[in-house]
């Protein structure tokens, strides 16, 4: 499994592009330029190297097709999935319907994820941390953790 780590900081331009911060690309395996584009929890929108997206695709695979949740939850997650891939200049389009989705204004931050990046509005991501108290991380923390 990959282990992305960081936050980037990345502009929307008018044509709905953005760079894909140079940090971020050094992490990622040589010559990986295609990538897929999902709606993630919370209305971020998330970005899956192929790789860990056909890890997932597997997975999905294998789940039980006449479970009504299942059906559901895949409509949810693979609805509107879109391939993108980084243009000569290193840029990626991010098409209108996730822009949309995520409530993405110009300002972005690009989150790595363990093996993915989720793309947040600069300010919603910083209210993120904000709406969280020192004593809720801890409890949080306390409570996912457990068996650690």
Not at 28 to 38: I, P, T
Not at 122 to 145: G, H, I, Q, R, T
Request: charged share 30%; hydrophobic share 40%; glycine share 8%.
């Amino acid at each position: 499994m990959m282990n992305f780590h960081g936050e980037y900081e990345a502009t929307i331009d008018a044509k709905g592009r953005f760079l894909l911060p140079g940090a971020l690309k050094k992490q990622l395996e040589e010559g990986e330029v295609k990538f897929m584009l999902a709606r993630g929890f919370e209305r971020c929108i998330t970005l899956y190297p192929m790789k860990t997206w056909n890890e997932i695709m597997e997975k999905f695979s294998k789940l039980n097709q006449f479970d009504p949740k299942v059906r559901q939850f895949t409509r949810q997650f693979l609805g509107g999935a879109t391939e993108i891939e980084l243009d000569s200049a290193g840029r990626m389009l991010m098409p209108a319907s996730f822009k949309e989705y995520g409530t993405l204004g110009k300002d972005v931050i690009i989150a790595a994820v363990l093996d993915k990046f989720e793309i947040w509005d600069a300010v919603k991501y910083k209210k993120l941390f904000e709406e969280v108290s020192p004593n809720e991380y801890s409890n949080l923390a306390k409570e996912v953790m457990v068996g650690f």
